[in-house]
């Protein structure tokens, strides 16, 4: 069974700052990886989507990579803001489902 | 129309009492997902749709879940006999056959006193 964990839990940033979010996992058949971000109470926003057979995507500020031989991707933000604040998610793209993380919540104070 | 949408977006009710959650997906998608998120966790996949056909349930669908996707369009998740243990945000996602990218709704959150 595909098991995902996201460390740190939570990160507590000063505005301006990049920062790393980590997420692993056990099983490296995947078919992909995505991040999303999660406000308080709400949905879930897509932010990156990497296919298996990509290292890497970027959109604006955000940087992910994927490394499925040691089982880790990492999302890269840069500059953040307090806008920037929410829990965020990676999930493991099996065949028909997405397996999640259990996200870090961030804190970006202005 | 220009996402998922869930209805309602917030249910109280008492235990053993009987709920129904709507999905309505991206018009021209034909999969939609069911998600369960308890507080502090990432979503749990419990179910699929392929047009009107559920292809896999999983382990968390006890017998009280139930879903449907009558007319391959919009699809309900009806929990029967609530337990406290219910209570959680009920996601739904939709995707396009042949596409990994699933969009999500905002969510119907369950609370059961």
């Known amino acids: 069974k595909q098991e995902v964990t996201q460390i740190p839990a939570a990160l507590s940033v000063p505005e301006g700052e990049n920062l790393v979010l980590n997420c692993s996992f056990t099983?490296?058949?995947?078919?992909?990886l995505q991040w999303f971000r999660q406000d308080p109470g709400k949905g879930l926003t897509s932010l990156l989507l990497?296919?298996?057979?990509?290292r890497e995507q970027t959109s604006g500020r955000l940087n992910a990579s994927l490394d499925k031989s040691s089982g880790r991707s990492t999302l890269y933000i840069a500059a953040s803001q307090p806008g920037d604040s929410a829990t965020y998610l990676c999930?493991?793209?099996?065949?028909?489902?997405?397996?999640f993380g259990t996200g870090t919540r961030l804190t970006v104070i202005p | 129309d220009t996402g998922v949408s869930q209805n309602p977006r917030h249910k109280i009710t008492k235990r053993g009492q009987n709920v129904t959650f709507r999905c309505d997906p991206i018009?021209?998608?034909?999969?939609l997902y069911w998600y369960r998120q308890t507080l502090g966790q990432g979503p749990e996949f419990l179910t699929y749709?392929?047009?009107?056909?559920?292809?896999?349930k999983s382990r968390l669908l006890s017998d009280r879940f139930s879903a449907e996707r009558p007319k391959g369009s919009f699809s309900t998740l009806e929990i029967q006999r609530t337990e406290q243990g219910d209570s959680a945000m009920y996601l739904c996602?939709?995707?396009?056959?042949?596409?990994?990218?699933?969009?999500f709704g905002p969510g119907t959150r369950l609370t059961v006193t």
């Open positions: 996602a939709s995707s396009l056959q042949g596409s990994v990218e699933q969009y």
């Open positions: 099983d490296s058949a995947i078919y992909n």
């Open positions: 990497i296919q298996s057979s990509q």
């Open positions: 999930a493991l793209g099996g065949a028909n489902n997405l397996f």
């Open positions: 018009s021209e998608h034909n999969r």
């Open positions: 749709f392929q047009n009107e056909a559920q292809l896999e």
